[in-house]
């Protein structure tokens, strides 16, 4: 069994910051992507940044510049630095994983159970 559990959310004014963690855990064999995505009320889930194991780091438009994604491979843990808050960053922020675990040659898509961020004055 694999879990993924996020923190570091909570309510922060427009031009904070605010980090958040992912920690994979159970019986991994090899994590291919880490990343973060989120969905907003009545808007769809949309990515905001991925790294890949071997380094790439990939942003959605919208948060280049404000927020850094960065990976401790030895912890199988992702953060999300995010500088320059606005209130449309609000949302639910999801940790996605690719990983591969024992016993199995393919690998499976996790996901964790989401942490708030809310950007209000």
């Known amino acids: 069994q694999v879990q993924v559990v996020e923190s570091g959310g909570g309510s922060v004014q427009p031009g904070g910051s605010l980090r958040l963690s992912c920690t994979a855990s159970g019986s991994i064999v090899s994590i291919s992507v880490m990343g973060w995505y989120r969905q907003a009320p009545g808007k769809r889930r949309e990515l905001v940044a991925t790294?890949?194991?071997?380094?790439?780091?990939n942003y959605a438009d919208s948060v280049k510049g404000r927020f850094t994604i960065s990976r401790d491979n030895a912890k199988n843990t992702v953060y999300l630095q995010m500088n320059s808050l606005k209130p449309e960053d609000t949302a639910v922020y999801y940790c996605?994983?690719?990983?591969?675990?024992?016993?199995?040659?393919?690998?499976?898509?996790?996901w964790g159970q989401g942490t708030q961020v809310t950007v209000s004055s």
């Open positions: 790294a890949i194991s071997g380094g790439s780091t």
């Open positions: 996605n994983a690719l990983i591969r675990t024992m016993g199995n040659i393919r690998t499976g898509n996790y």
